[in-house]
């Protein structure tokens, strides 16, 4: 019980937090897109789960399956808002029908008394000829075909406000019954949201009782880390070396070339394409507590992105090969220059390209290594000059 007031109050903070004036059509979009990253997830939540024993991987994988799911039962919520805004004003249009109805009626059953009188051709002529003269008398016959023609109107009207409000009602039963499914799916939702969350709890403490493995397993990532910033400070270092001048000793500015490229490279921060086809951040970037361990906290200079198995990682922007460095057995790392730009891309087994390359946009570098737990992890960095800069900023939003 508590769990799920707790699940609730987050959704509520999220939903309130991103609440936006979008249409049906976009919030259904959404909760389309949202539903394809979930199972997508659950598809590397599958293939890490093939090895039995537990990971800090599953866990952040986890992790990002319940963000999903809270942003989905989110967007489920302003959906069944939205549609009570709709049923709200549907009630109101067939409430006012009802009442336009009910005043059309009552008028057509007054003219419809005083049209009864002069009903047979008999009544019609006694209260023409009973006229003083010829003027009352052709006014009593554009009455009578006033009346006739009032009531043909009125009867019309009737028949279509009849017809307005059947489909008025049609339409309010149909938006009743897609709210109906919408909270058979939120109430789906947040119990799998509540199974999530046991499953994260139950990790967590699985991994608890491995502490002293993770503490190794952090140890040797800070060494693959702190092995592959070395080398990116010494490609930088060289290329700042490159530009010196040999008797001033001054940095010269960049080429044209160059200075297009980073004008290029810089006007397209936010629509990089991702350095994979798919995947999830399963880490972001900067200082992170880290998911088990009490008072560690692990520093990450890019993002790390999981994929599916077989996966390439791809360029994000057109540029040059200027390193590939063997950090691990089974970790090689490619950076590519974009005028002042750089990229990384770590934890491949596997290069397509060489030393000097010229590459294009999304043209495939190297397979991402899958480890023996079925983690397929790509490592992705962007550097200005000596400057580190967060990915996450610089690609698209997909």
Do not use: C
Not at 55 to 82: F, G, H
């Amino acid at each position: 019980m508590i769990r799920r007031f707790y699940i609730l109050f987050i959704v509520m903070i999220v939903t309130f937090q991103g609440y936006t004036q979008e249409s049906q059509k976009q919030l259904e979009a959404k909760r389309e897109k949202l539903n394809k990253e979930i199972a997508y997830t659950n598809k590397l939540l599958g293939e890490t789960q093939s090895d039995r024993n537990v990971t800090v991987s599953q866990l952040r994988l986890l992790n990002v399956k319940i963000n999903q799911r809270t942003d989905l039962l989110a967007t489920l919520k302003s959906e069944v808002y939205y549609l009570n805004s709709k049923i709200e004003k549907t009630e109101s249009t067939l409430f006012s029908l009802n009442e336009e109805l009910k005043s059309l009626k009552q008028k057509y059953a007054k003219i419809a008394w005083h049209a009864f009188k002069y009903k047979t051709a008999y009544n019609k002529l006694i209260f023409l000829f009973s006229a003083e003269d010829f003027n009352q008398a052709y006014q009593r016959m554009r009455y009578l075909d006033q009346i006739s023609a009032f009531i043909r109107t009125e009867a019309e009207r009737i028949k279509n406000t009849e017809k307005e409000k059947n489909e008025t009602l049609n339409k309010l039963k149909v938006e009743k019954l897609e709210k109906n499914k919408l909270l058979d799916i939120e109430q789906n939702e947040i119990l799998e949201l509540e199974k999530e969350q046991a499953q994260k709890d139950q990790l967590k403490s699985d991994l608890l009782s491995k502490e002293r493995q993770l503490r190794s397993s952090i140890k040797d990532k800070e060494k693959q880390t702190k092995k592959l910033a070395q080398q990116i400070q010494k490609i930088i270092s060289a290329e700042i070396a490159a530009k010196k001048d040999v008797v001033t000793g001054k940095i010269n500015e960049l080429t044209p070339s160059e200075k297009k490229l980073t004008s290029s490279f810089t006007s397209n921060k936010g629509k990089l394409p991702w350095p994979t086809n798919r995947g999830v951040i399963s880490e972001t970037f900067g200082v992170h507590k880290h998911p088990v361990l009490k008072k560690v906290k692990t520093k990450n200079n890019g993002i790390n992105i999981l994929t599916a198995k077989n996966s390439d990682a791809r360029s994000v922007f057109n540029g040059k090969v200027v390193s590939i460095t063997k950090i691990s057995n089974t970790n090689i790392a490619v950076i590519i220059k974009h005028g002042e730009f750089f990229t990384v891309y770590s934890n491949l087994d596997k290069v397509f390209v060489n030393k000097g390359d010229e590459v294009d946009t999304k043209e495939l570098i190297g397979s991402i290594h899958t480890n023996l737990k079925g983690r397929t992890e790509l490592h992705f960095e962007i550097w200005k000059g000596t400057s580190i800069q967060n990915p996450a900023y610089w690609v698209s939003q997909k």
